[in-house]
């Protein structure tokens, strides 16, 4: 099978097909530019807020979130990272189920509660 042959975009950038129409072409950059925007977003709020199950897949919905609403201002990226460190101090500190056991062990001298 044989594929059409790509071109090179101005200025040796991207390679496009030329039978697009500009609008459309613009179209798909602003698309690729808003998914690499997304992940740029995602991964460093991971790094930011460690990687902890749970975490990745409420910030991934929170990003779709504002990027869904159109409008990407700092004031709005402010908000969503104050949102995600609200929703990661809450569950920081929401004592685990093990940091309970072990509290009530040693208060028992090392029985477990009954």
């Given at each position: 099978?044989?594929?059409?042959?790509?071109?090179?975009?101005?200025?040796?950038?991207?390679?496009?097909?030329?039978?697009?129409?500009?609008?459309?072409?613009?179209?798909?950059?602003?698309?690729?530019?808003?998914?690499?925007?997304?992940?740029?977003?995602?991964?460093?709020?991971?790094?930011?807020?460690?990687?902890?199950?749970?975490n990745k897949?409420?910030?991934?919905?929170?990003?779709?979130?504002?990027?869904?609403?159109?409008?990407?201002?700092?004031?709005?990226?402010?908000?969503?990272?104050?949102?995600?460190?609200l929703?990661?101090?809450?569950?920081?500190?929401?004592?685990?189920?093990?940091?309970?056991?072990?509290?009530?062990?040693?208060?028992?001298?090392?029985?477990?509660?009954?």
């Amino acid at each position: 099978m044989s594929y059409p042959k790509k071109h090179a975009g101005k200025s040796g950038g991207p390679k496009y097909n030329p039978k697009l129409s500009q609008k459309r072409r613009d179209k798909l950059i602003a698309l690729q530019q808003k998914e690499q925007l997304k992940s740029l977003l995602i991964s460093k709020f991971l790094q930011k807020y460690g990687k902890v199950k749970g975490n990745k897949e409420f910030i991934a919905r929170e990003v779709n979130a504002i990027l869904k609403s159109g409008k990407i201002t700092e004031q709005n990226l402010k908000a969503l990272e104050d949102k995600i460190k609200l929703r990661l101090a809450i569950e920081d500190k929401a004592p685990s189920v093990h940091s309970q056991l072990s509290k009530g062990s040693k208060r028992s001298g090392g029985k477990p509660p009954s």
